[in-house]
């Protein structure tokens, strides 16, 4: 019942192509566990950070009391490593009664009170990624009802163990089966990862049909090379990319790992005005009990999630690579608004770019800017492996980001408002 | 005269292979602009940040009044593009004019009064890397004298511009040259930089007799990736490195890039250990007037800094690589103890690593441990990228290092205390 007012309520604003379970209209926000805690399962050693219940109930607590859930990050996603390693004596899967001993219906249920939602991990395939139980072709309806029936709001569909050919039957059967069972689950599929990410072997149109977000790209690891090859891949290939996406269909770039061991402070930074300029799914992966108040400004920027989570649900593309290093980034908002990112790739000392919004081949067009005109030079500094942000209001404000550093364009007598939105 | 009597002082405790004019009997420690600042010389548009007599008095002030001298940091050291692009009328070397109005004479008493030294830089060529004068073969002397009349403490030779038989003809000379002028004037040497590295191209005995400090290796950048690649190259040759370094000679990786852009705290304090571990020269190269207080208290690390300048002067080895990724590193200290450091070059998550003294090869030997006997099997958790450091004194006390991170040995009931160090 509830499912079907979804459907309704949904028809009138998604797209031709968009999956009609009515999910997702913004890119889905929250915490997943994987690039955090991986296949941890030693709970005897190391309780705290095992893959327990109790883990998703700490992250939970934090996600509920810390503020977290209040600026969108409302799923608590379990990953790999979670099941036992048989299914019950009527085929179903069932969560490791030592680690999850209130099961997974109890921990969704804990969530639920919260105002939060909780997503869970199968592979389409004989096993997980981590040798778990997988899901072939004909426990497809069986694990999808077992999940409804669980009450979970989201599933991620891994791809281990399988061929293209099981993979082209299994994806959109998921989708069905998942639809079938009348609840409300945001659909994620790893299934263009597997197949390379790009056509003619992923078929784009199809994915934004059956699935509400999906991975095309390798897994993101603690370190800034991760990143920045994701996002490389990425905008290499926006050409492709970028018209896939739209409300209720994601591509996924992977985990936020702002708060882990490997990023700098610019570092965290620029992932978060990536992943926003991407309209990417915001997955953070960290231990929210410990993270650090510098990790946390950046999580909990207002202005970057409100560019993140832009109703249009437009992916932006990178407009501008520079023999410097610096690259600019920009993507169209609502209200004739759009964000602007400096990125820098250099390693040595802060940049000052200089550029007009003529030079960069931003033209007035729909965005009337009053304040900074089309040839006015201006001056943006920005850090190394580090980002200058800009959300660009119409008619005619040029707001700050407060990612934004350095001077105040001073040389050229531009007299911009700086806005801090923290 | 000053200088005599400095000879004769360190005559009874320096080695045979000693540079004789009996400085930097541990690695030197200060300040460098070069990686930070580079050769912004643009002081209309930036005149915080360029290079200019008021940058260095910044950071002489900095440290004077923060904290850093006391703990050893006292080198303040000009790098690349302070001169004037011509030498005067009488075929000296000036700094250029309008960023150094006061000259370095003055800068030199600046630092002085404060209980600081002066370094200063010239390359070995016709001009320096960033294009500037250059030392010829048949200008060594006068600029030795012209550094000494300016009162220099320390200076750093580079080989731009020049071939490898000028090289070997004037990185001697200038050793002479600066030994006759009376001064005692730190002595660094970028030849072997310039010649590979490694014998037979570079002889290590000799430039222990004519340098006090030399780089080996190519220019540290604002990246983990350069870090690593650095100690990576070090470690993998240190049977050639580590004999080659002891009082008054070192071998140098360049700077620490502590406090700047691309370093997480963990890589931070895994710079910070692993050139203690080498008995590396600590030049920090960052803007002491903006750093943040968690790369502070890494560089100000007190125990870390007792390590990295112990008087024997022993460089430290790698002495395991682990398949799953941790690295194991000692450095013999003086009244029997030594450190270990435990490195993990994972990008996933903290790893628990078992390991006893026994396997580490590392025998008691002459480091008598009553606590933590060989045979023990004790757990150190280390996170992606980061390390686990520790103090081992004889005749039996293990401390730890506050950079030790995890479980307190837990499993196997050692109850070694914790002693924090901050």
Redesign the interface.
């Known amino acids: 019942m509830h499912f079907s007012v979804l459907i309704f309520a949904s028809v009138a604003t998604m797209t031709a192509f968009a999956l009609d379970n009515g999910l997702m209209r913004t890119p889905p926000m929250g915490w997943l566990a994987w690039?955090?805690?991986?296949c941890?399962i030693?709970c005897t050693?190391?309780p705290k950070?095992c893959i327990s219940e109790n883990l998703f109930i700490d992250m939970a607590d934090r996600l509920y009391e810390d503020g977290w859930k209040e600026l969108g990050y409302v799923y608590v996603n379990i990953d790999d490593c979670w099941s036992s390693m048989d299914r019950d004596k009527d085929g179903r899967l069932q969560a490791d009664p030592k680690r999850f001993p209130g099961g997974i219906n109890k921990l969704a249920r804990y969530l639920h009170d919260r105002g939060l939602k909780l997503g869970i991990y199968g592979d389409m395939g004989t096993h997980t990624c981590g040798g778990y139980p997988g899901t072939t072709v004909d426990k497809i309806e069986i694990d999808a009802q077992t999940f409804a029936d669980w009450e979970v709001d989201m599933f991620k569909f891994d791809g281990c163990y399988s061929n293209a050919v099981e993979q082209e039957l299994g994806y959109p059967l998921m989708s069905k089966a998942l639809n079938a069972t009348g609840r409300p689950i945001g659909y994620s599929c790893s299934w263009p990862a597997y197949q390379g990410g790009l056509p003619p072997k992923v078929n784009y149109t199809q994915l934004g049909q059956i699935c509400n977000l999906w991975r095309n790209y390798g897994d993101i690891?603690?370190?800034?090379?991760?990143v920045l090859s994701i996002a490389d891949w990425f905008f290499e290939n926006q050409d492709v990319l970028a018209p896939a996406a739209g409300p209720g269909r994601w591509n996924d770039p992977d985990m936020l790992v702002i708060g882990?061991?490997?990023?700098?402070?610019?570092?965290s930074r620029s992932q978060m005005a990536l992943w926003a300029i991407m309209a990417a799914p915001l997955f953070m992966s960290n231990d929210l009990r410990t993270i650090?108040s510098g990790a946390r400004s950046i999580l909990q920027n207002k202005m970057i999630i409100s560019i993140n989570q832009d109703p249009l649900g437009i992916q932006g593309r990178r407009i501008l690579k520079e023999k410097s290093g610096i690259e600019v980034f920009w993507r169209p908002l609502s209200n004739n608004a759009s964000a602007l990112v400096f990125f820098s790739r250099r390693?040595?000392?802060?940049y000052?770019y200089e550029t007009s919004l003529s030079k960069l081949n931003y033209t007035t067009g729909s965005y009337k800017i009053d304040v900074l005109k089309d040839s006015t030079e201006f001056?943006v500094s920005v850090?190394?492996?580090?980002v200058v942000m800009w959300y660009v209001s119409a008619p005619g404000k040029l707001q700050y980001h407060p990612f934004i550093r350095g001077d105040k364009l001073r040389?050229h007598k531009y007299d911009a408002k700086q806005n801090n939105f923290f």
Chains 1, 2 share one sequence.
């Not at 690039?35 to 991986?38: A, P, Q, S, V």
């Not at 690891?221 to 991760?226: E, G, L």
């Not at 390693?347 to 802060?350: A, K, Q, S």
């Open positions: 690039e955090r805690f991986r941890d030693d050693n190391d950070n690891q603690d370190s800034w090379s991760s882990d061991f490997g990023l700098s402070m610019d570092q650090s390693t040595d000392m802060p000052r001056v850090n190394p492996t580090g040389r």
